[in-house]
Protein backbone atom coordinates (compact mmCIF):
# COMPACT_ATOMS: atom_id res chain seq x y z
CA UNK A 1 0.00 0.00 0.00
CA UNK A 2 1.27 3.45 -1.03
CA UNK A 3 2.36 5.87 1.82
CA UNK A 4 -0.82 7.87 0.70
CA UNK A 5 -3.18 4.87 0.56
CA UNK A 6 -2.29 4.05 4.25
CA UNK A 7 -2.57 7.64 5.42
CA UNK A 8 -6.03 7.21 4.33
CA UNK A 9 -6.68 4.14 5.71
CA UNK A 10 -5.74 5.27 9.08
CA UNK A 11 -8.02 8.33 8.70
CA UNK A 12 -11.14 5.57 7.92
CA UNK A 13 -9.83 3.52 10.76
CA UNK A 14 -10.13 6.82 13.33
CA UNK A 15 -13.28 7.88 12.19
CA UNK A 16 -15.20 4.20 11.85
CA UNK A 17 -14.03 3.89 15.44
CA UNK A 18 -15.74 7.52 16.29
CA UNK A 19 -19.14 6.20 14.58
CA UNK A 20 -19.77 2.76 16.12
CA UNK A 21 -20.98 4.81 19.52
CA UNK A 22 -24.31 3.06 21.05
CA UNK A 23 -25.74 6.60 21.31
CA UNK A 24 -29.25 7.55 19.58
CA UNK A 25 -28.94 9.52 16.59
CA UNK A 26 -30.28 12.39 18.33
CA UNK A 27 -27.43 12.48 21.18
CA UNK A 28 -24.42 11.95 19.26
CA UNK A 29 -22.03 14.48 19.34
CA UNK A 30 -20.60 16.02 15.95
CA UNK A 31 -17.09 15.35 16.46
CA UNK A 32 -18.01 11.52 16.98
CA UNK A 33 -19.90 11.45 13.33
CA UNK A 34 -18.69 8.70 10.62
CA UNK A 35 -16.02 9.49 8.21
CA UNK A 36 -18.94 10.17 5.63
CA UNK A 37 -20.65 12.36 8.12
CA UNK A 38 -17.44 14.45 8.67
CA UNK A 39 -16.46 14.76 5.47
CA UNK A 40 -19.90 15.74 2.97
CA UNK A 41 -23.41 14.10 4.60
CA UNK A 42 -26.09 16.61 5.73
CA UNK A 43 -26.52 16.05 9.42
CA UNK A 44 -28.88 14.35 10.90
CA UNK A 45 -28.96 11.29 8.02
CA UNK A 46 -27.33 12.29 4.84
CA UNK A 47 -29.23 12.01 1.82
CA UNK A 48 -32.55 11.67 3.18
CA UNK A 49 -35.31 13.16 1.79
CA UNK A 50 -39.01 14.98 2.96
CA UNK A 51 -42.31 15.17 1.02
CA UNK A 52 -43.11 18.86 0.32
CA UNK A 53 -46.88 20.23 0.89
CA UNK A 54 -46.71 19.08 -2.70
CA UNK A 55 -46.48 15.57 -1.88
CA UNK A 56 -43.49 15.47 -3.68
CA UNK A 57 -39.95 14.71 -3.05
CA UNK A 58 -37.61 17.56 -2.24
CA UNK A 59 -33.81 17.81 -2.67
CA UNK A 60 -31.41 16.65 0.74
CA UNK A 61 -31.35 18.86 3.30
CA UNK A 62 -28.57 19.86 5.96
CA UNK A 63 -25.58 21.55 6.57
CA UNK A 64 -22.08 19.67 6.11
CA UNK A 65 -20.73 19.54 9.92
CA UNK A 66 -17.09 18.84 11.17
CA UNK A 67 -15.36 19.28 8.03
CA UNK A 68 -12.42 21.12 9.11
CA UNK A 69 -11.34 18.53 12.34
CA UNK A 70 -11.40 16.03 9.42
CA UNK A 71 -9.56 17.93 6.80
CA UNK A 72 -6.89 18.80 9.81
CA UNK A 73 -6.42 14.92 10.80
CA UNK A 74 -6.33 13.78 7.19
CA UNK A 75 -3.51 16.27 6.72
CA UNK A 76 -1.71 15.08 9.72
CA UNK A 77 -1.83 11.43 8.89
CA UNK A 78 -0.15 13.01 5.63
CA UNK A 79 2.52 14.18 7.52
CA UNK A 80 2.03 17.86 6.30
CA UNK A 81 0.49 21.46 6.96
CA UNK A 82 -3.57 22.02 5.33
CA UNK A 83 -3.45 23.16 2.08
CA UNK A 84 -5.89 26.50 2.59
CA UNK A 85 -4.87 27.93 -1.13
CA UNK A 86 -7.42 27.52 -3.68
CA UNK A 87 -5.57 26.23 -7.05
CA UNK A 88 -5.56 28.90 -9.66
CA UNK A 89 -6.42 28.28 -12.78
CA UNK A 90 -3.49 28.82 -15.32
CA UNK A 91 -4.80 32.05 -17.33
CA UNK A 92 -3.58 30.95 -20.74
CA UNK A 93 -4.58 34.11 -22.64
CA UNK A 94 -2.67 34.98 -25.41
CA UNK A 95 0.40 33.12 -24.46
CA UNK A 96 2.05 30.64 -27.29
CA UNK A 97 0.32 27.17 -27.15
CA UNK A 98 3.00 24.40 -27.99
CA UNK A 99 0.67 22.16 -28.91
CA UNK A 100 -0.09 24.09 -31.75
CA UNK A 101 3.18 24.70 -33.08
CA UNK A 102 4.49 20.95 -33.74
CA UNK A 103 4.55 20.88 -37.86
CA UNK A 104 3.61 24.18 -38.20
CA UNK A 105 3.97 25.80 -41.36
CA UNK A 106 4.50 22.57 -42.27
CA UNK A 107 2.90 21.82 -46.76
CA UNK A 108 1.12 19.30 -47.36
CA UNK A 109 3.53 17.57 -49.52
CA UNK A 110 6.04 17.85 -46.15
CA UNK A 111 2.96 16.23 -43.65
CA UNK A 112 2.81 13.32 -46.29
CA UNK A 113 6.71 13.05 -45.34
CA UNK A 114 6.02 13.22 -41.71
CA UNK A 115 3.15 10.21 -42.27
CA UNK A 116 5.20 8.17 -44.14
CA UNK A 117 8.08 8.37 -41.89
CA UNK A 118 5.39 7.45 -39.03
CA UNK A 119 3.98 4.60 -40.93
CA UNK A 120 7.34 2.96 -40.53
CA UNK A 121 7.56 2.87 -36.65
CA UNK A 122 3.89 1.51 -36.22
CA UNK A 123 4.69 -1.26 -39.02
CA UNK A 124 1.97 0.30 -42.53
CA UNK A 125 2.95 -0.31 -45.68
CA UNK A 126 2.45 3.40 -47.79
CA UNK A 127 1.07 3.22 -51.32
CA UNK A 128 1.31 6.64 -52.99
CA UNK A 129 -0.78 7.79 -56.06
CA UNK A 130 -3.13 10.22 -57.26
CA UNK A 131 -6.68 10.13 -58.51
CA UNK A 132 -6.01 8.63 -61.67
CA UNK A 133 -3.92 5.57 -60.18
CA UNK A 134 -6.22 4.94 -57.76
CA UNK A 135 -8.17 2.23 -58.54
CA UNK A 136 -4.95 0.32 -59.29
CA UNK A 137 -3.52 1.30 -56.36
CA UNK A 138 -6.51 -0.21 -54.93
CA UNK A 139 -6.02 -3.69 -56.33
CA UNK A 140 -2.35 -3.70 -56.10
CA UNK A 141 -2.73 -3.31 -52.14
CA UNK A 142 -5.66 -5.93 -52.43
CA UNK A 143 -3.97 -8.60 -54.34
CA UNK A 144 -0.91 -8.45 -52.14
CA UNK A 145 -3.10 -9.60 -49.11
CA UNK A 146 -4.01 -12.63 -51.84
CA UNK A 147 -7.59 -11.88 -50.56
CA UNK A 148 -10.41 -13.81 -51.37
CA UNK A 149 -13.56 -11.74 -49.42
CA UNK A 150 -13.53 -8.03 -49.03
CA UNK A 151 -15.44 -5.67 -47.13
CA UNK A 152 -15.94 -2.09 -47.34
CA UNK A 153 -17.87 1.33 -46.06
CA UNK A 154 -21.33 2.16 -47.93
CA UNK A 155 -19.71 5.48 -48.89
CA UNK A 156 -20.02 7.60 -51.71
CA UNK A 157 -16.25 8.28 -51.68
CA UNK A 158 -16.44 4.67 -53.42
CA UNK A 159 -17.93 5.59 -56.31
CA UNK A 160 -16.70 9.36 -56.53
CA UNK A 161 -13.07 7.90 -57.31
CA UNK A 162 -14.62 4.76 -59.65
CA UNK A 163 -13.69 2.63 -56.87
CA UNK A 164 -16.49 1.03 -57.01
CA UNK A 165 -15.86 -0.67 -60.71
CA UNK A 166 -12.62 -1.68 -59.41
CA UNK A 167 -14.00 -4.27 -56.90
CA UNK A 168 -17.14 -5.25 -58.91
CA UNK A 169 -14.74 -6.49 -61.87
CA UNK A 170 -12.57 -8.30 -59.23
CA UNK A 171 -12.47 -11.80 -58.83
CA UNK A 172 -13.06 -11.48 -54.83
CA UNK A 173 -16.19 -11.43 -53.13
CA UNK A 174 -17.35 -8.25 -52.26
CA UNK A 175 -19.44 -6.85 -49.17
CA UNK A 176 -20.80 -3.51 -48.49
CA UNK A 177 -21.74 -2.25 -44.99
CA UNK A 178 -25.43 -2.79 -44.40
CA UNK A 179 -26.53 -0.23 -41.70
CA UNK A 180 -30.01 -1.99 -41.82
CA UNK A 181 -28.70 -5.19 -41.51
CA UNK A 182 -25.71 -5.14 -38.65
CA UNK A 183 -25.22 -8.51 -37.75
CA UNK A 184 -25.00 -9.24 -41.50
CA UNK A 185 -22.00 -6.59 -41.25
CA UNK A 186 -20.64 -7.52 -38.03
CA UNK A 187 -20.17 -11.42 -40.01
CA UNK A 188 -19.15 -10.88 -43.10
CA UNK A 189 -16.20 -8.49 -41.63
CA UNK A 190 -15.17 -11.40 -39.41
CA UNK A 191 -14.46 -13.36 -42.57
CA UNK A 192 -13.72 -10.98 -44.59
CA UNK A 193 -9.47 -10.70 -45.93
CA UNK A 194 -9.74 -7.28 -46.14
CA UNK A 195 -11.42 -4.23 -45.13
CA UNK A 196 -11.18 -1.02 -47.16
CA UNK A 197 -12.53 2.28 -45.67
CA UNK A 198 -11.56 6.20 -46.41
CA UNK A 199 -9.88 8.38 -44.17
CA UNK A 200 -12.04 10.78 -42.59
CA UNK A 201 -8.85 12.88 -41.13
CA UNK A 202 -5.34 11.58 -41.12
CA UNK A 203 -2.79 13.04 -38.05
CA UNK A 204 0.73 13.12 -39.43
CA UNK A 205 2.86 12.70 -36.37
CA UNK A 206 1.20 9.71 -35.53
CA UNK A 207 0.37 8.02 -38.30
CA UNK A 208 -3.33 8.01 -37.68
CA UNK A 209 -6.25 7.86 -39.85
CA UNK A 210 -9.37 9.54 -37.95
CA UNK A 211 -13.00 6.86 -38.99
CA UNK A 212 -16.42 8.92 -37.96
CA UNK A 213 -18.68 5.92 -38.19
CA UNK A 214 -21.98 6.43 -39.22
CA UNK A 215 -24.34 5.69 -41.28
CA UNK A 216 -23.08 3.14 -43.99
CA UNK A 217 -20.00 3.59 -42.19
CA UNK A 218 -19.71 0.23 -39.69
CA UNK A 219 -16.31 -0.04 -37.31
CA UNK A 220 -16.00 -3.56 -37.61
CA UNK A 221 -15.12 -2.89 -41.33
CA UNK A 222 -11.74 -1.31 -40.13
CA UNK A 223 -11.87 -4.03 -36.88
CA UNK A 224 -12.33 -7.39 -37.45
CA UNK A 225 -10.88 -8.59 -41.05
CA UNK A 226 -6.93 -9.58 -41.32
CA UNK A 227 -5.65 -6.89 -42.98
CA UNK A 228 -6.83 -2.99 -42.98
CA UNK A 229 -6.88 -0.70 -46.10
CA UNK A 230 -7.19 3.40 -45.22
CA UNK A 231 -7.94 5.12 -48.40
CA UNK A 232 -5.82 8.81 -47.28
CA UNK A 233 -7.04 12.08 -49.33
CA UNK A 234 -4.13 14.17 -49.42
CA UNK A 235 -6.32 16.64 -48.27
CA UNK A 236 -6.96 15.11 -45.00
CA UNK A 237 -3.88 15.71 -43.53
CA UNK A 238 -3.31 17.65 -40.52
CA UNK A 239 -0.47 17.68 -38.42
CA UNK A 240 -1.51 16.04 -35.12
CA UNK A 241 -4.65 15.58 -32.97
CA UNK A 242 -4.27 19.16 -31.80
CA UNK A 243 -6.05 20.01 -34.89
CA UNK A 244 -8.54 17.30 -35.14
CA UNK A 245 -9.74 17.86 -31.83
CA UNK A 246 -10.47 21.07 -32.95
CA UNK A 247 -11.98 20.67 -36.00
CA UNK A 248 -14.53 18.10 -34.04
CA UNK A 249 -15.01 21.19 -31.16
CA UNK A 250 -15.88 23.51 -34.73
CA UNK A 251 -18.18 21.14 -36.14
CA UNK A 252 -20.04 20.62 -32.36
CA UNK A 253 -20.03 24.20 -32.44
CA UNK A 254 -21.41 24.96 -35.79
CA UNK A 255 -24.59 22.87 -34.84
CA UNK A 256 -23.30 19.62 -36.81
CA UNK A 257 -24.06 16.13 -35.85
CA UNK A 258 -21.10 14.15 -34.58
CA UNK A 259 -20.85 10.80 -34.68
CA UNK A 260 -21.40 8.95 -31.44
CA UNK A 261 -18.06 7.08 -32.12
CA UNK A 262 -14.56 8.19 -33.28
CA UNK A 263 -12.06 5.88 -34.03
CA UNK A 264 -8.14 6.89 -33.70
CA UNK A 265 -6.20 4.08 -36.02
CA UNK A 266 -2.69 4.18 -36.26
CA UNK A 267 -1.64 1.01 -38.47
CA UNK A 268 -2.36 -2.43 -37.29
CA UNK A 269 -3.12 -4.21 -34.46
CA UNK A 270 -0.14 -3.53 -31.79
CA UNK A 271 -0.07 -4.38 -28.02
CA UNK A 272 3.25 -4.90 -25.86
CA UNK A 273 1.43 -5.54 -22.76
CA UNK A 274 3.29 -8.61 -21.64
CA UNK A 275 7.27 -8.19 -20.85
CA UNK A 276 7.30 -5.89 -23.64
CA UNK A 277 7.04 -7.83 -26.05
CA UNK A 278 5.55 -6.82 -29.05
CA UNK A 279 2.24 -8.81 -30.52
CA UNK A 280 1.25 -7.49 -33.70
CA UNK A 281 -2.57 -8.14 -34.96
CA UNK A 282 -3.89 -8.91 -30.88
CA UNK A 283 -7.33 -6.73 -30.84
CA UNK A 284 -7.48 -6.20 -34.81
CA UNK A 285 -6.02 -6.68 -38.30
CA UNK A 286 -2.78 -7.71 -38.60
CA UNK A 287 -1.42 -5.99 -41.67
CA UNK A 288 -2.33 -2.42 -42.46
CA UNK A 289 -1.79 -0.28 -45.72
CA UNK A 290 -2.26 3.43 -46.31
CA UNK A 291 -3.17 4.83 -49.92
CA UNK A 292 -2.19 8.41 -50.11
CA UNK A 293 -4.10 9.88 -52.73
CA UNK A 294 -2.93 13.27 -54.30
CA UNK A 295 -6.98 14.70 -54.65
CA UNK A 296 -6.24 18.41 -55.78
Known amino acids: MTEKGKAINTVLQHANKQGSSD ?3 SE ?13 ATHPRAGATEKSSG ?50 GYSRTELVEVLKEQCLLVHTEVIETNKAGLGAALKEAIDRSKAKTVV ?33 GIAAAERADVGITFSDMTLAE ?12 GRSVSLLPTNYIAVIPKSTIVPRITQAAAEIDRRIAAGETIASCVNFISGPSNSADIEMSLVVGVHGPVKATYIIMDDA
Open 23 to 25: QPE
Open 152 to 184: TWDDPRFAEFGLDEVLNGADYEVFEWDSNDRDA
Open 55 to 104: GELSQPQGNIVNREGFLDRLAESFGRARVREKPVRPDWGHKPKPQWEVFS
Open 28 to 40: INTSSLSLHDQGV
Open 206 to 217: SATVVLFSGEGK
